[in-house]
């Protein structure tokens, strides 16, 4: 059983150590383990260039076009049955290098794509998707703050998960977190993080894990949070009464009812959608396929290719 730890924080800081904390509790549940700090590594930002898409969908792999990092990053998470995953709160919610991470596992690490992909490269004769990209992976988060304003970055962090599909096992705050090594509590907290995550991996490594809906399974160790499906306590609340969980993106109505809020929605209309499920990927993929047919249609008329030149004659963009 492997188990991934990795850390967005400045060398030997407050992540560092947490996530150290964790992995020495794997190892003592008998995990092999390594450490990686993601701040050292060259990581570039997507660029939108969808290479990783339309290799998906012709049966060419699911490879990125940027020579950096990234793979070898790739590679060690896929090898590890577990990640710990440890990031500094910046600005309420993930750093920059968090996002950077979630939008480079974007199209091309999505479980419900890369399923798509198997399927059409079994038909066509084309590259088959590494099985490891398709294999069960449980991932516990801690979020590290030097203060408390710390309101996304839970739902920040389990979206990383939702992609791949990977199993949340915890998804912690640690606030004020400077001298964090001092406080027993949270390094006792992160202790069995580590020991709660080697648990759940050792049932991959032994095959006898059984995922659950979604990204949460019965082996979820983190807050209740406010979705019933998902754990988030991100809404997105429209005018209307409409409350949006801002992870799974199911809609319902939100309640404060005994002293705290409950969210109803309609279980059998929006599970399906859930955009952390299986369903849900393949809904969002089809609503997708069918906008950018219809886009690639339009945006081949005259009227629309005279629109762009319009926007493309009138400035070009400083540099430095
Ligand atoms: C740009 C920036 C933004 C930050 N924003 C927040 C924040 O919104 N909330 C918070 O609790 N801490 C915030 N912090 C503090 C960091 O979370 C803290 O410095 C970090 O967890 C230290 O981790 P390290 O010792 O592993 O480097 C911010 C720090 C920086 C540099």
Not at 70 to 93: N, T
Not at 211 to 232: L, T
Request: hydrophobic share 40%.
């Amino acid at each position: 059983m492997k188990i991934l730890g990795l850390s967005a924080g400045t060398l030997n800081g407050a992540n560092d150590s947490l996530c150290k904390e964790a992995l020495m509790a794997a190892k003592e549940a008998g995990a092999e383990i390594e450490f990686i700090n993601i701040m050292k590594l060259d990581l570039k930002h997507c660029t939108g260039c969808k290479a990783c898409v339309m290799g998906l969908f012709s049966g060419k792999g699911n490879a990125c076009v940027l020579k950096d990092d990234m793979q070898w990053l790739i590679d060690k998470m896929l090898d590890a049955d577990g990640i710990i995953y440890a990031a500094p709160i910046f600005e309420k919610c993930g750093p920059g290098l968090h996002h950077t991470l979630m939008d480079r596992f974007g199209p091309r690490m999505d479980r419900g794509n890369l399923m798509i992909a198997q399927k059409i490269a079994e038909e066509n004769g084309g590259k088959p998707i590494d099985p490891r990209y398709l294999k069960e992976k449980v991932i516990s988060f801690m979020g590290i703050g030097g203060s408390d304003w710390a309101t996304r970055i839970q739902c920040d962090f389990a979206t990383l998960a939702l992609t791949p599909k990977w199993t949340v096992i915890d998804n912690q705050l640690f606030p004020w977190s400077l001298s964090i090594i001092m406080n027993d509590e949270a390094v006792a907290k992160a202790h069995q993080m580590g020991i709660d995550l080697a648990a759940a991996a050792k049932k991959i490594a032994d095959g006898t894990f059984v995922p659950g809906h979604g990204i949460i399974n019965e082996d979820y160790k983190g807050p209740a949070g406010v979705c019933p499906y998902c754990h988030s306590k991100n809404f997105y609340l429209e005018e209307n009464g409409t409350a949006i969980c801002c992870l799974c993106g199911t809609e319902g109505v939100m309640k404060f009812e005994d002293g705290k809020y409950v969210f109803e929605f309609d279980a059998e209309k929006w599970i399906p959608h859930a955009h952390d499920s299986i369903s849900g990927k393949f809904i969002h993929g089809d609503d997708i396929m069918r906008n950018e047919g219809e886009s690639r249609e339009l945006m081949a008329t005259d009227e629309a290719k005279a629109r762009k030149q319009k926007y493309r004659d009138f400035i070009a963009p400083s540099k430095p």
